[in-house]
């Protein structure tokens, strides 16, 4: 028997690459950072050489200046216009300035070595060009995604321009330099020997990582982390064809119950589409809920709400094209009016986890453990509910996981008691009879919050939904969001009873398209303004109740075959993902050692 299954660790050991991700500075700020950092370099070069401080602020900042930033500025600069257009000129900066640190590093040992043991500097400077060359390199092909051309040669401007800039100044500067590389033509040659031998070292690397993903599902790990930081950075796609390699094609369904004014218009669209809004960013179906949600309202002219199903990672799809498959099935089922039903009544358990309405014998069944901790239902699951549920007189029941508290990130599963919770709230209910159920009304409200995804809600915004049954109201608030702080449900739930209802709830989408530079979790409440969107909620309900009209309710549901990413397959992914960190921990800098004195040897006997 399977209990939950707590999968934060492994989630957060597998994502952990987002805590690498961040926004960049402004153009004119990692300016001041690379000249500041220069000209610090060079003052503190020349005081380890034995210049007294007034020297080596004069002469040493403009060393690191003129001979340092210059060349990586230059570089930077020409990167977008000669190699990537597409690229800003930020992220070239920001490459320039790390190179130039790496640079940087190398300089200063060197340097103490001159002093300390009478070596050489000249093979420093040139081992030193060496790292800035893999660093463009690296960072252009698995960053940037340039390719190995591009990239190579993007590589060799910031070296290039270093040993003319240093040839130069050595022969025609206004004072002596120890940053002198003696025969250009030479010099750019050893460069171009070390950046081999750094170039090999990273290809073993990548061998070496690229083991358990190709073992595990015949992928690439360094075309997937290429395609990867492709995504954060520009957006691309790339990645869903990676994805697809061990993705499976299935069947599942897609569930809607159409809203209709008496003149029969379509008065407004619920959706519960069973596939997962993820895997992040905008990749698979993580921008389903406001892609759906944006192509029905414009097919239909009815504001859509689109509901999180009970599903989990296993049905991520893995194209995000797959969105027309499901609105298209939307479409069909809500331009065929059959079994409307004029009359409604609420259906709850004593504690709340399972809620919602039945219409006839039909029932929009809504799930939630919170304000203990709710995270996605599998599939399996939310069928054996809904087996339960027509068992007890539901002809059709379409469950809805309200996704909205977000604690300890455990994973529901079959035997668990959170599970016969559910079965045994689903069992103390039955559709109401006939007799007792009442014409019901209708109001949505619709808005597009002010908040970023970053801050935590998707495109798709806020949708409230109002119903009033023989006297009594319920309000279900929904944002496009993947989960919700407890204590952030615990105010919208305030919010609601000031306004009256006798039941209402936050439910969220599991939109993933909010986890991007924010990492494995970035709920509702967690980076939002709270105050602004309260204000936001309160205003939507006004417009809700004042929209509350008569309505038919029509249920229906119709299979789909979509590409996902299959059963079990995201943790097994995981489990390869953190093998690739952990060889990868313990081989880089064993390889990277190993090259850096392979490439001195290989200067010391040219």
């Not at 570089?75 to 992220?91: G, I, Q």
């Not at 300390?116 to 960053?143: K, P, R, T």
Request: proline share 4%; hydrophobic share 50%; charged share 15%.
């Amino acid at each position: 028997m399977l209990a939950i299954v707590d999968s934060g660790e492994r989630k957060a050991k597998a994502l952990s690459i987002g805590d690498f991700f961040f926004k960049l500075p402004r153009q004119g700020v990692l300016v001041a950072y690379l000249f500041a950092l220069c000209f610090s370099a060079g003052v503190v070069l020349r005081m380890i050489a034995g210049s007294p401080l007034w020297d080596a602020l004069v002469f040493g900042g403009t060393e690191g200046i003129l001979l340092l930033a210059g060349p990586a500025l230059i570089a930077a600069v020409l990167a977008p216009p000669l190699f990537a257009s597409k690229r800003t000129l930020k992220h070239f900066l920001f490459i320039a300035t790390a190179s130039s640190a790496a640079n940087i590093l190398v300089l200063l040992a060197g340097t103490l070595s001159v002093r300390s043991l009478g070596m050489e500097l000249l093979n420093f400077v040139l081992i030193g060009n060496a790292i800035v060359f893999i660093v463009w390199f690296a960072a252009c092909f698995f960053g940037l995604g340039l390719g190995l051309a591009r990239s190579g040669t993007v590589a060799l401007v910031q070296p290039f321009l270093d040993v003319a800039v240093m040839f130069i100044w050595a022969r025609f500067g206004f004072f002596a330099t120890a940053l002198d590389v003696g025969s250009p033509l030479l010099a750019f040659v050893k460069i171009l020997l070390a950046a081999g031998v750094f170039l090999s070292a990273l290809w073993a690397v990548s061998y070496v990582i690229n083991a358990p993903a190709k073992k595990n599902f015949g992928i690439s790990t360094v075309e997937a982390v290429v395609l990867f930081f492709s995504h954060w950075v520009r957006g691309g796609k790339g990645l869903e064809e990676v994805l697809s390699e061990f993705g499976e094609e299935v069947e599942t369904t897609i569930g809607a119950i159409t809203f209709r004014r008496k003149n029969k218009s379509i008065k407004s669209v619920f959706v519960v589409p069973y596939v997962h809004f993820g895997p992040f960013g905008n990749l698979g179906g993580s921008e389903f809920p406001a892609l759906i949600s944006k192509d029905v309202e414009a097919r239909l002219g009815a504001p859509t709400l689109v509901f999180h199903g009970t599903v989990n990672h296993d049905f991520n799809p893995v194209y995000s094209s797959s969105e027309s498959l499901l609105t298209n099935a939307v479409i069909a089922m809500a331009r065929r009016e059959r079994g409307a039903e004029g009359r409604a009544a609420f259906v709850s358990d004593p504690s709340g986890s399972v809620a919602g309405i039945s219409f006839g014998t039909d029932g929009f069944l809504t799930l939630s453990l919170a304000p203990e901790g709710t995270e996605d239902i599998n599939l399996a699951i939310g069928h054996a509910l809904r087996y339960k549920a027509q068992a007890v007189g539901f002809r059709h029941a379409l469950l809805a996981d309200r996704h909205n508290s977000c604690t300890d990130g455990m994973l529901l599963e079959i035997g668990s008691p959170a599970y016969y919770k559910f079965e045994d709230a689903i069992s103390s209910m039955s559709p109401p009879s006939a007799a007792s159920q009442k014409p019901f009304r209708l109001g949505i409200a619709s808005a597009s919050l002010p908040f970023t995804r970053e801050q935590g809600v998707g495109a798709m915004g806020l949708r409230v939904a109002v119903f009033e049954i023989g006297g009594k109201r319920s309000c279900y608030v929904l944002v496009d969001a993947n989960n919700a702080l407890p204590g952030l449900r615990a105010r919208v739930l305030s919010l609601i009873k000031r306004h009256g209802f006798d039941y209402g709830d936050l439910f969220t989408t599991d939109s993933h398209s909010v986890n991007t530079l924010s990492g494995v979790t970035n709920p509702l409440g967690l980076r939002t303004d709270e105050g602004r969107l309260l204000s936001a909620i309160d205003a939507a309900i006004h417009r809700a109740v004042e929209d509350a009209e008569s309505c038919t309710a029509s249920f229906a549901e119709q299979r789909v075959r979509l590409r996902v990413f299959g059963a079990n397959r995201q943790s097994e992914l995981i489990t390869a993902i953190n093998s690739t960190v952990s060889v990868a921990k313990i081989v880089a800098p064993f390889v990277f050692v190993a090259a850096l004195a392979l490439a001195f040897l290989l200067l010391a006997v040219i």
